[in-house]
C-alpha cells in the first residue's frame, strides 16, 4: 500500500484499513414494493503509533493520503498510551466467506422472492400490515502492517426477512424473521412459516398468572440471557475492571449444560472471517465450556491492558478504532428433544420476542424486559398469546441450574446457532 509506505518511516509501526462494500436492497412496504436501492462505498483508516501513543484517521472515499497521515501523527500527540504492537505477519486459515451467487444474483430475482414471501404472508390472513426486505452485500477488505501483516478477503451476504403488524383495537401484534447466508439461499418459504406459525398461535389471546414458573428461551430471544453475559466477556469491560467475571477464568459459573463457543472459521456464514479487524488469524476456541468460563473476546489493546493475548476478536468500521467483540456464536445443543421439553411443562411461558433488550444492569449479569410476544403454555402446548409480560432475573444465577437444553439449534441473525434452553423457576409479572 503506498499510503503504509509514505507513513513508515514517521512512525514506530503502522496499520493500513482499507474497505470497500457494495449493496443491492430490494424493499416492500404495505404488501408493494417500494423502492430498489443500489449503494456502494469504500474508504481507507490508519492507525500509527508514534512515541507509544496510538493515533487513528480515516477517511470515505479517496482520501488525502498526506493528509490521512497528518491528522493520525496529530491524533497521537493526544493517543493513549499504548503498550502492544500491530499485527506480524501470520498464516490466516482458509474460510468460505464469499459465494458466487450472491453477486450473481438480479434485481428482478429478488423482487421474485419478495412477492412469494408477500403471497404467502397474505394468504394466511387478509388486513396484514406487510413488510419484506431482500438484500445482498459484497466487500472486500484488507490489513497490512509495518510488521508484516498482509490480509485481503472477499465476503458475501444475503439475507431476506419479513415483518407482519396486525391491529385490532387496541392490540397490536407484530411478528417478524428472516434468514442470512453467505450465498443465495432460499429463504422464501421457511421466512412466512415461522410468522404464519406463531400468528396461528397469537390468535388466541389468554393469559398467565404472576409467579416463578418454567420459562422456555427459543433461539430467538436467547439474546437476553446473552447479552448480559457478551458484557461480561469483553475484553474491553475487563480492561476497565468492571466486568464481574474478572479472575473467573478456569472457574465453574454456569450449568455444565452449558457450553458457547466463538467460531469465525464456519463456512458461509455472513460475519466468518479468516482474520480479525487487525489481521490476527481466526480461530475456534471456548467462552464457556462445560459451564466453566475459559476465554474473553480480546483485541490487541484489551489483551496488552489484562496480559493476556488477543483471540483475534477486534472487529471494526472503517471511521472508529477496533474494538473487542463476536463474530459466530455457537452453543452446544443438549440432549432434550424439544416436544419432550414442552411436554413436561403443565403451566409455562414461551419468550418469543423481548422488548428493550439490553435494559437493567447488564454488567452485573441482571436483565428486566417486557416481552413483546410471549405463549402460555398449559399442559405441553403453546396455547394461545399472553401480552403485557415481564420477566427479570440474573443469568449468573439462574444459569447455574439449567433445567434443560434442547437437541434442536437453528441459526439465528446469521451468526449464532442455538439451542432452546429451558429455566425451570424464573420470575415473571403479568400486567
Same mark, same amino acid.
Given at each position: 500500500?503506498?499510503?503504509?509506505?509514505?507513513?513508515?518511516?514517521q512512525?514506530?509501526?503502522?496499520?493500513v484499513f482499507?474497505?470497500?462494500a457494495?449493496?443491492?436492497?430490494?424493499?416492500f412496504?404495505?404488501?408493494?414494493?417500494?423502492?430498489?436501492?443500489?449503494?456502494?462505498?469504500?474508504?481507507?483508516?490508519?492507525?500509527?503509533i508514534?512515541?507509544?501513543?496510538?493515533?487513528?484517521?480515516?477517511?470515505?472515499g479517496?482520501?488525502?493520503?498526506?493528509l490521512?497521515?497528518?491528522?493520525?501523527?496529530?491524533s497521537?500527540?493526544?493517543?493513549?498510551k499504548?503498550?502492544f504492537?500491530?499485527?506480524?505477519? +501470520?498464516?490466516?486459515?482458509k474460510v468460505?466467506?464469499f459465494?458466487?451467487?450472491?453477486? +450473481?444474483?438480479?434485481?428482478?430475482e429478488?423482487?421474485e422472492m419478495?412477492?412469494?414471501?408477500?403471497? +404467502?404472508?397474505?394468504?394466511?390472513?387478509?388486513?396484514?400490515e406487510i413488510?419484506?426486505?431482500?438484500s445482498?452485500?459484497?466487500?472486500?477488505?484488507?490489513?497490512?502492517?509495518?510488521?508484516?501483516?498482509?490480509?485481503?478477503?472477499?465476503?458475501?451476504?444475503?439475507?431476506?426477512?419479513?415483518?407482519?403488524?396486525?391491529?385490532?383495537?387496541?392490540?397490536?401484534?407484530?411478528?417478524?424473521?428472516?434468514?442470512?447466508s +453467505?450465498r443465495?439461499e432460499?429463504?422464501?418459504?421457511?421466512?412466512?412459516?415461522?410468522?404464519?406459525?406463531?400468528l396461528?398461535?397469537?390468535?388466541?389471546l389468554?393469559?398467565?398468572?404472576?409467579?416463578?414458573?418454567?420459562?422456555?428461551?427459543?433461539?430467538r430471544?436467547m439474546?437476553?440471557?446473552l447479552?448480559?453475559?457478551?458484557?461480561?466477556?469483553?475484553g474491553?469491560s475487563l480492561?476497565?475492571?468492571?466486568?464481574?467475571?474478572?479472575?473467573?477464568?478456569?472457574?465453574k459459573?454456569?450449568?455444565?449444560?452449558?457450553t458457547?463457543?466463538?467460531?469465525?472459521?464456519?463456512?458461509?456464514?455472513?460475519?466468518?472471517t479468516?482474520?480479525?479487524?487487525?489481521?490476527?488469524?481466526?480461530?475456534?476456541?471456548p467462552?464457556v465450556?462445560?459451564?466453566?468460563?475459559?476465554?474473553?473476546?480480546?483485541?490487541?489493546?484489551?489483551?496488552?491492558?489484562?496480559?493476556m493475548q488477543?483471540?483475534?476478536s477486534?472487529?471494526?468500521?472503517?471511521?472508529?478504532m477496533p474494538?473487542p467483540?463476536?463474530?459466530?456464536?455457537?452453543?452446544?445443543?443438549?440432549?432434550?428433544?424439544?416436544?419432550?421439553?414442552?411436554?413436561?411443562i403443565?403451566?409455562?411461558?414461551?419468550?418469543?420476542?423481548?422488548?428493550g433488550?439490553?435494559?437493567?444492569?447488564?454488567?452485573?449479569?441482571?436483565?428486566?424486559?417486557?416481552?413483546?410476544?410471549?405463549?402460555?403454555?398449559e399442559?405441553?402446548?403453546?396455547?394461545?398469546?399472553?401480552?403485557?409480560v415481564?420477566?427479570a432475573?440474573n443469568?449468573?444465577?439462574l444459569?447455574?441450574?439449567?433445567?434443560?437444553?434442547?437437541?434442536?439449534?437453528?441459526?439465528?441473525?446469521?451468526?449464532?446457532?442455538?439451542?432452546?434452553?429451558?429455566l425451570d423457576?424464573?420470575?415473571?409479572?403479568a400486567?
Amino acid at each position: 500500500m503506498d499510503l503504509l509506505e509514505k507513513v513508515k518511516n514517521q512512525v514506530d509501526s503502522a496499520e493500513v484499513f482499507a474497505l470497500s462494500a457494495e449493496s443491492l436492497d430490494v424493499s416492500f412496504t404495505s404488501g408493494q414494493i417500494k423502492s430498489s436501492q443500489r449503494k456502494g462505498t469504500f474508504g481507507t483508516a490508519l492507525r500509527i503509533i508514534k512515541d507509544g501513543r496510538i493515533g487513528f484517521s480515516s477517511s470515505i472515499g479517496d482520501g488525502n493520503e498526506d493528509l490521512l497521515v497528518k491528522n493520525a501523527l496529530e491524533s497521537a500527540q493526544f493517543g493513549d498510551k499504548v503498550e502492544f504492537d500491530f499485527a506480524p505477519a +501470520a498464516q490466516a486459515p482458509k474460510v468460505e466467506t464469499f459465494h458466487e451467487s450472491v453477486p +450473481a444474483l438480479a434485481t428482478a430475482e429478488m423482487i421474485e422472492m419478495g412477492n412469494r414471501v408477500v403471497g +404467502a404472508l397474505r394468504k394466511a390472513e387478509e388486513g396484514l400490515e406487510i413488510s419484506v426486505g431482500v438484500s445482498r452485500h459484497l466487500t472486500e477488505g484488507s490489513i497490512e502492517t509495518t510488521n508484516g501483516a498482509r490480509m485481503t478477503e472477499k465476503s458475501s451476504v444475503f439475507s431476506l426477512g419479513a415483518s407482519i403488524e396486525r391491529i385490532e383495537g387496541n392490540d397490536i401484534l407484530g411478528l417478524w424473521h428472516s434468514g442470512q447466508s +453467505a450465498r443465495v439461499e432460499d429463504f422464501t418459504e421457511e421466512v412466512p412459516g415461522k410468522i404464519v406459525e406463531r400468528l396461528e398461535i397469537s390468535r388466541n389471546l389468554t393469559s398467565v398468572e404472576s409467579g416463578p414458573m418454567p420459562v422456555i428461551f427459543p433461539p430467538r430471544a436467547m439474546l437476553t440471557l446473552l447479552i448480559p453475559l457478551l458484557q461480561g466477556v469483553s475484553g474491553k469491560s475487563l480492561a476497565q475492571g468492571s466486568s464481574p467475571l474478572e479472575g473467573k477464568v478456569g472457574e465453574k459459573i454456569f450449568d455444565e449444560k452449558f457450553t458457547l463457543f466463538e467460531d469465525p472459521t464456519v463456512a458461509l456464514r455472513p460475519a466468518s472471517t479468516a482474520f480479525d479487524g487487525e489481521g490476527i488469524p481466526s480461530g475456534r476456541f471456548p467462552l464457556v465450556e462445560r459451564g466453566i468460563l475459559k476465554n474473553f473476546l480480546l483485541d490487541l489493546k484489551t489483551a496488552s491492558q489484562t496480559g493476556m493475548q488477543s483471540t483475534g476478536s477486534a472487529r471494526r468500521g472503517l471511521t472508529s478504532m477496533p474494538s473487542p467483540g463476536p463474530s459466530n456464536l455457537l452453543m452446544e445443543p443438549g440432549e432434550t428433544p424439544l416436544a419432550e421439553m414442552l411436554s413436561g411443562i403443565g403451566r409455562g411461558l414461551w419468550v418469543d420476542t423481548v422488548l428493550g433488550l439490553g435494559m437493567g444492569n447488564i454488567m452485573s449479569g441482571a436483565f428486566s424486559n417486557t416481552l413483546g410476544v410471549a405463549f402460555k403454555i398449559e399442559d405441553g402446548k403453546l396455547v394461545g398469546r399472553a401480552k403485557n409480560v415481564n420477566i427479570a432475573g440474573n443469568i449468573y444465577e439462574l444459569l447455574k441450574n439449567i433445567a434443560a437444553i434442547s437437541k434442536e439449534t437453528e441459526w439465528f441473525y446469521g451468526r449464532m446457532s442455538l439451542p432452546y434452553l429451558m429455566l425451570d423457576s424464573l420470575p415473571v409479572v403479568a400486567k
